[in-house]
Each structure stands twice: as C-alpha cells, then as structure tokens.
Nanobody, 123 residues
C-alpha cells in the first residue's frame, strides 16, 4: 500500500510562486509514474502534470505549461510541483497521485491519492 502526503499549499498573491511537495511511503517510490491533479470548488478534479519514474518524461495540462514544473527526487521519495506566475484561477486543492508506468492524464490511471493541500491565489 502506498501512502502520499502533500504539503506546501498556502495563500499567495496573483503572480506569486509556491512549491508543493508530496512524500510517498509504503512501497518503492521509483516504480511509479506520479501526477498532480487539482480540484476547485464546484468543479471536477483535473489533471495538472505527471512525470515518469526516471523524471525524463513529463506531461502538463495546457493551462499550466511554462508556469508549472513537475519533478521528483527518488532518493527522497518526494514529488514536487513548482508553480510560478500563479493566477486566481489556479486556486484549488492540489492532490498528488501514483499510478503505473502507463498512467497519463486520466484520473482513472492513478490508484493512490493524497489528502490534498490548499492553494489560494488572491487577486
């Protein structure tokens, strides 16, 4: 069983930056493709970014390209999401998730989830 715990969410001003972290425990972190999703109030949970086990293949939602960067440190069992140029529409609860090597952008590709961390961007 894999456990995931996010941190780093905060209140930040429009144009600010945050770095989210997700610590994974329970099984070998390096086996999994990892992803970040977010869910705003009243909206469906949506894909933000994902990264392969080696870190060499990353995918992003169009709305975060060139602003967010996903990375991982397998030695620390930690996944990161660096978020720059934040906008009020980025306000959401951000979740990390683990999936198999074939996981891509669909929620159903991922089988373990963290509890989420709140990001609020004020205008």
């Amino acid at each position: 069983q894999v456990q995931l715990e996010e941190s780093g969410g905060a209140l930040v001003q429009d144009g600010g930056s945050l770095r989210l972290s997700c610590v994974v425990s329970g099984r070998a972190f390096s086996w999994y493709r990892m992803g970040w999703f977010r869910q705003a109030p009243g909206k469906e949970r949506e894909f933000v970014a994902s990264i392969s086990w080696s870190g060499g293949n990353a995918m992003y939602a169009d709305f975060v390209k060139d602003r967010f960067t996903i990375s991982r440190d397998n030695a620390k069992n930690t996944l990161y999401l660096q978020m720059n140029s934040l906008k009020p529409e980025d306000t959401a609860v951000y979740y990390c998730a683990s999936g198999g090597s074939g996981a891509r952008k669909s929620r159903s590709d991922y089988n373990s989830w963290g509890q989420g961390t709140q990001v609020t961007v004020s205008s």
